[in-house]
């Protein structure tokens, strides 16, 4: 069964980056894009962070990421990234990689069908 494992998350101050990184295990995700979503504290729903398209790496951004989150992949290893620059309190949150079969909203989560379990991102004041 496919599974989709991030990585890369911790602990920074405001200003600081870090990287996080999305690979599947026991297989392919073959999807036609993946996405990063996050988590707040107290907040009970996923928000969109970024999409790219496999096909063409097409990217699109929330606006709170745009300007400082870059979005990556690399299909030939199956893998997703995101570079987080500027790093605010704000962006304190469990980040979510996941994939997508199908066409539609990429900004719904309801469109994605296979969720990795999250990887902890806390930004210092």
């Known amino acids: 069964q496919v599974q989709l494992v991030e990585s890369g998350g911790g602990l920074v101050q405001t200003g600081g980056s870090l990287r996080l990184s999305c690979v599947a295990s026991?297989?392919?995700?073959?999807?036609?894009?993946m996405a990063w979503f996050r988590q707040a504290p107290g907040n009970g729903r996923r928000e969109f962070v970024a999409?790219?398209?496999?096909?063409?790496?097409?990217?699109w951004y929330s606006e709170h990421a745009k300007g400082r989150f870059t979005i990556s992949r690399d299909n030939e290893n199956g893998a997703v990234y995101l570079q987080m620059d500027r790093l605010f309190p704000e962006d304190t949150a469990i980040y979510y990689c996941?994939?997508?079969?199908?066409?539609?909203?990429?900004?719904?989560?309801?469109?994605?069908?296979?969720w990795g379990q999250g990887t902890q991102v806390t930004v210092s004041s």
């Open positions: 026991g297989g392919t995700a073959d999807s036609y894009g």
């Open positions: 999409s790219i398209r496999k096909n063409d790496g097409a990217t």
């Open positions: 996941a994939s997508r079969r199908s066409v539609g909203d990429v900004y719904s989560a309801a469109l994605y069908s296979l």
